[in-house]
């Protein structure tokens, strides 16, 4: 629908020349359907030639005038006209808005899972004329349908009301969208608004919600910020973000649905399910290595359901490798001692000088030795270190073997067990 809210109004057709000019007495609009110019009132249509006097006749019949030599004509709703001027003429056709008021006496909404139909109790008179051409048509008429929906809001993190506004085709049954929250609907004619008038409306019962709504989501728990320093290798930085990552993962998955009353989790690692939970809300911690898909459905009461959303999930296997120098001299490069990991789920590290007394210990990966004994600098030269750790991927019994100050024998190891054991060169040099 276009609007151009006129006080002179130049039309074109291409059968007819023109160059006339009309005034519409009062509040009016042009509408335009296909070719055809179209006017609307508020009411009593009225009309004048900016010209002055010049011949009125009422379509189709361009004989007659049904006014002569004459500049102001009270039109008829729904009629369309000619005016002519020598060999000038204009063609339109005029509307009242008030012979086109809907008058609804009752609104009926039936609920489904994807849709509202609004049933429609009273007469929506036609807006039809007939054209140069002779043929019937009608101008389509819009409503405005207003109901209250539910948006997912990311900054509070919850569902917030909304206001619905939805076109339709203004029938005896208008369908618009389904809604998970309880609400009425009201619908109210554009014509009005175009005519700056107060929107005629009406309003609904309000009724309780069918409809399921849900926004699903896999919430990483982070470790450390981008761009942070850290000695991890894939470590879980972004809580949105399920792609490869360092085990110990931890995630957690929530429906986030309104209107819902069932919920089925099941956590597969390839074609196996793992897991299988009914709860709106989980958490849970994904450690041995491999690619997993977590995926969600959920219904209600009233038969409606979501269709299965999916989350894949990839974790790391493990990994460990020790440098051999580090360079504590404040230049914020390499200042400590620190291994490279990755899903590492037990650590335990020492360091020994020269004579194999313990200079440092640590269980924690992400930690380090700064290069100080007591407090003070150590010296420059190279240190002793033992490391046993394991991996998420090792197996679940498999104890650590005490810690040793002299070198292994290289042997076999299962998979994600670490036994290490070499020189740490320490030097200070200048920043």
Not at 57 to 84: C, N, Q
């Amino acid at each position: 629908m276009r609007r151009i809210v006129i006080a002179s109004i130049f039309a074109l057709l291409s059968l007819l020349s023109y160059a006339l000019h009309v005034e519409c007495v009062g509040n009016a609009t042009l509408l335009t359907q296909s070719r055809d110019t179209l006017f609307l009132f508020e009411k009593e249509p009225e009309l004048s030639c900016k010209l002055g006097a010049v011949d009125w006749y009422r379509l189709p019949d361009t004989i007659t005038p049904v006014a002569s030599g004459v500049d102001y004509l009270y039109a008829e709703h729904g009629e369309g006209y000619m005016i002519k001027l020598g060999e000038l003429r204009e063609v339109f056709w005029v509307f009242d808005y008030d012979s086109l008021r809907a008058d609804i006496t009752a609104i009926d909404a039936a609920l489904s899972c994807s849709e509202t139909e609004l049933h429609l109790e009273g007469t929506i008179p036609p807006m039809q004329y007939t054209n140069l051409q002779g043929k019937r048509c009608t101008y389509p008429r819009q409503c405005r349908v207003n109901y209250m929906d539910a948006m997912w809001s990311t900054d509070s993190e919850a569902w917030v009301d909304s206001l619905a506004q939805q076109e339709a085709d203004f029938r005896q049954t208008i369908v618009v969208g389904a809604s998970p929250v309880a609400t009425d609907f009201t619908i109210s004619d554009p014509l009005a608004a175009l005519l700056e008038l107060s929107e005629d409306s009406l309003r609904s019962s309000v009724y309780a919600p069918m409809a399921l709504k849900a926004n699903p989501l896999a919430i990483v728990t982070t470790r450390g910020k981008e761009g942070d320093p850290s000695n991890e290798v894939e470590r879980p930085i972004d809580p949105s973000e399920l792609i490869r990552r360092s085990a110990p993962l931890i995630v957690t998955f929530r429906a986030n649905a309104l209107n819902a009353d069932y919920y089925q989790w099941n956590i597969y690692r390839g074609s196996d399910r793992i897991l299988q939970r009914n709860e709106a809300q989980h958490q849970y911690t994904f450690t041995e290595p491999g690619n997993y898909r977590a995926v969600v459905g959920m219904s209600n009461s009233h038969g409606c359901q979501l269709d299965s959303v999916e989350f894949l999930i990839s974790v790391s296997e493990s990994m460990l490798t020790v440098p051999n120098v580090f360079t504590p001299n404040g230049d914020g490069m390499n200042d400590e001692f620190r291994v490279v990991y990755r899903s590492i789920k037990e650590f335990h590290g020492w360091v020994y000088n020269r004579w194999g007394h313990k200079v440092y210990e640590w269980t924690d990966p992400s930690k380090g030795w700064d290069g100080t004994i007591g407090g003070k600098p150590a010296a420059e030269g190279a240190y002793y270190y033992v490391i046993r750790a394991l991996g998420t991927d090792a197996e679940s019994d498999y104890m650590l073997k005490p810690v040793y100050t002299k070198k292994l024998k290289k042997q076999e190891l299962p998979i994600g067990v670490y036994q290490l054991s070499g020189d740490i060169n320490l030097i200070r040099g200048g920043k």
